[in-house]
């Protein structure tokens, strides 16, 4: 039996893991389940899956999952470090898919027992890459990506050497927008950000992907994931997301990873690895599809792209600030208080504004100076929405 635990259990990749893991019961031992507020199906994932302990991050619901699991044996525990105590319960094999830095500290500490982490926590890798890195190679835990296009470009790697890789292409499907005349997008709903052509994804992801602060977020995680120079990583629209990604090497051929946008892919192949295993997805048929499609990202449209790149050639821990001020100038647009074009705006005053973050943005990478840069810098990023909504 292998020990698993899922963070974020009752989210988009949360549920998609459990779906997976619940078509081989006799396989699997749940250690942990963690949630924040949809107490009602974190409880019923944990007697459905017979989990040890059902964890939510919101305080204030701890008496509302002890009742819910009243008798059932498991147990509930709430609250941020209910989180990082249940990270440090050995397991074989950890899902990262809380959404938001919120995540690196559960996934830290599940690398510090030594499990693999699945990593769908892309915020993980932005704002502290090396440091990820570092623990699982010191502890003998290991990463996986969980990402679509990471998972990809993992695939497309097997076997391969790394000097013999001359570029990595990530696809964005181009979100909500991507046809939209330019002038329209400051006008832009939440309604209108929160559908997504192809993926069913979390609703902050499908508004990242709207603006590309997504991909933007991608781009970084790739380059902390398989130690390229930014100018080896490329973003191309394929607003059809069946090719997830594509590696180029020094002979001029480029290998794409192809297969239908169901996330169940990347989780099945993170929790089966190094085995392929059958998954239940989709199998394309190609002349019904007929053809891909491809185009340059347009920087205008898509800022987010320009300030990764800022954020790379930066340094240091400016990927926690970019993620800091992302999440934030997110949280003002889903609460009205900004216009879908100002989103970019806000990350761009905080990234450039280094007092902000009274010079740490230079300091060790350590999680107390990464969580210390994201408080400062989620500060500088409400600062800079109240000057705007004032
Ligand atoms: P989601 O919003 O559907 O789920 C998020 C999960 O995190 C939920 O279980 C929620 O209860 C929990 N959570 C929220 N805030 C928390 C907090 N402060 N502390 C602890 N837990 C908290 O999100 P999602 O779409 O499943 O995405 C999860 C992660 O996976 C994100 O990092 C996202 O970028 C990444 N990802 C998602 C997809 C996708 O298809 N949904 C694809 C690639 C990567
Ligand atoms: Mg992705």
Same mark, same amino acid.
């Given at each position: 039996m292998r020990r698993v635990s899922i963070f974020g259990s009752t989210g988009s990749i949360g549920q998609n893991t459990i779906d997976l893991i619940a078509r081989a019961p006799d396989e699997y031992e749940v250690v942990a389940l963690t949630g924040a507020r949809n107490i009602a199906q974190l409880a019923q994932d944990a007697v459905r899956l017979r989990a040890r302990i059902a964890v939510t991050a919101?305080?204030?619901l701890g008496p509302e999952l002890k009742e819910a699991l009243a008798g059932t044996g498991i147990e509930t525990a709430a609250g941020p470090e209910a989180l990082i105590e249940a990270a440090a319960r050995p397991a074989d094999w950890v899902m990262? =898919?809380?959404?938001? =830095?919120?995540g690196l500290a559960p996934g830290l500490t599940a690398l510090e027992q030594g499990a693999t982490l699945a990593l769908a926590n892309k915020e993980s890798l932005v704002c502290a890459g090396a440091l990820a890195l570092k623990t699982a190679q010191r502890h003998g835990g290991k990463l996986l990506p969980v990402d679509s296009e990471h998972s990809a470009v993992f695939q497309a790697l097997?076997?391969?050497?790394? =000097?013999?890789?001359e570029r990595i292409i990530i696809t964005a499907?181009?979100?909500?927008? %991507?046809?939209?005349?330019?002038?329209?997008l400051a006008h832009a709903t939440l309604e209108q950000a929160s559908a997504h052509p192809n993926w069913d994804m979390g609703q902050r992801i499908t508004i990242d992907s709207a603006s590309m602060f997504n991909k933007a977020l991608e781009v970084i995680e790739t380059r902390e994931f398989f130690?390229?120079?930014?100018?080896q990583i490329e973003v191309i629209v394929h607003p059809?997301?069946?090719?997830h990604a594509l590696v180029g090497f020094n002979d001029g051929a480029l290998m794409a990873h192809v297969g239908p946008p169901d996330m169940r892919h990347a989780i099945g192949f993170a929790l089966h690895y190094p085995d392929r295993r059958s998954l239940p997805v989709e199998r394309l048929d190609l002349a019904a599809l007929g053809q891909f499609t491809f185009r340059a990202p347009d920087d205008t449209r898509w800022p987010a792209l320009r300030l990764a790149r800022d954020v790379m050639k930066r340094g240091g821990l400016s990927g926690a600030v970019f993620n800091a001020a992302k999440e934030i100038a997110l949280d003002g647009f889903i609460d009205g %208080?900004? %216009?879908?074009?100002?989103m970019a705006e806000v990350v761009e005053q905080v990234l450039t504004d280094e007092k902000a973050v009274d010079g740490l943005?230079? =300091?060790?990478?350590?999680l107390d100076n990464v969580l210390a840069v994201d408080h400062l810098a989620r500060k500088a990023a409400r600062t800079a929405i109240s000057r705007k909504a004032g």
């Open positions: 919101a305080p204030d990262s =898919a809380i959404v938001g =830095a919120a097997i076997g391969e050497e790394m =000097a013999a890789v499907s181009g979100g909500a927008f %991507r046809d939209w005349p330019l002038e329209k130690g390229v120079d930014p100018d059809e997301s069946m090719i %208080r900004l %216009r879908f074009t100002q943005i230079d =300091a060790e990478m350590t």
